[in-house]
């Protein structure tokens, strides 16, 4: 069964600094793709980063990169120049290519940028 | 992008009372999603259709019920709510590998 696991239930940064949030998964499939989502306090779930498996190269969105390891199956969150809006939950989450197009996720990190 | 509409966006009703929660998206989407997630906790994905007249049970057990007549609306129903249904109800649809997510409705139950 896959699986995703997120050990880090809170953090907290300060403002201007670098965080990283830890995500691991396990799979037994080739080829997927890896997901950060955030979801702001009483505010819509947004995705924040996408990672295709068969993809070496991290992917990056602006202050968002991911570390992905697919050998260790971690998928890793670094959050550069952190923002006061960057506070709320963190999802990591996996979808495999065949099957049954589900989405698993992790529990979540609650993280604050601290002013 | 896609456009994901849910409504209502907050519900108080009594313990009893049948209760339909609306899902809508406009990108002619075929796979659709609801989890249930309580504040700041995880998700639970409860219902999921692959298309039109197709719905499928989630990992987590729900009393509720889902249907699917046209691709772009999804709606889910409880037939005698309680307040253990008290919770928030968030629809998503899928593009490719991509979830897209509504607003969510936070349901109370009393």
């Known amino acids: 069964a896959q699986t995703v696991t997120q050990s880090q239930p809170e953090m907290s940064v300060q403002e201007a600094e670098t965080v990283t949030l830890s995500c691991t998964y396990d799979?037994?499939?080739?080829?997927?793709?890896l997901f950060w989502y955030k979801q702001p306090p009483s505010r819509q779930m947004i995705l924040v980063i996408r990672q295709e498996a068969y993809k070496q190269q991290n992917a990056t969105e602006n202050r968002f990169s991911v570390n992905f390891q697919k050998a260790a199956k971690s998928f890793s969150l670094k959050i550069s120049d952190s923002q006061l809006g960057d506070t709320a939950m963190y999802f990591c989450a996996f979808t495999g290519t065949s099957g049954t197009y589900k989405y698993i996720f992790g529990t979540g990190t609650r993280l604050k940028v601290l002013a | 992008e896609a456009d994901i509409y849910q409504t209502p966006r907050y519900l108080v009703i009594g313990t009893g009372k049948k209760i339909t929660l609306e899902c809508s998206q406009t990108?002619?989407?075929?796979?659709m999603y609801w989890y249930q997630q309580d504040p700041g906790m995880e998700l639970h994905l409860i219902h999921y259709?692959?298309?039109?007249?197709?719905?499928e049970k989630g990992d987590l057990s729900s009393e509720s019920t889902v249907s699917r007549i046209r691709t772009e609306h999804f709606p889910l129903t409880l037939e005698s709510a309680r307040p253990s249904h008290t919770s928030q109800y968030l629809c998503?649809?899928?593009?490719?590998?991509?979830?897209?997510f509504g607003p969510g409705t936070r349901l109370t139950v009393l």
């Open positions: 259709s692959y298309g039109v007249n197709s719905t």
């Open positions: 998503a649809s899928r593009w490719y590998n991509e979830q897209f």
């Open positions: 990108m002619g989407h075929d796979k």
């Open positions: 799979t037994s499939e080739n080829n997927y793709y």
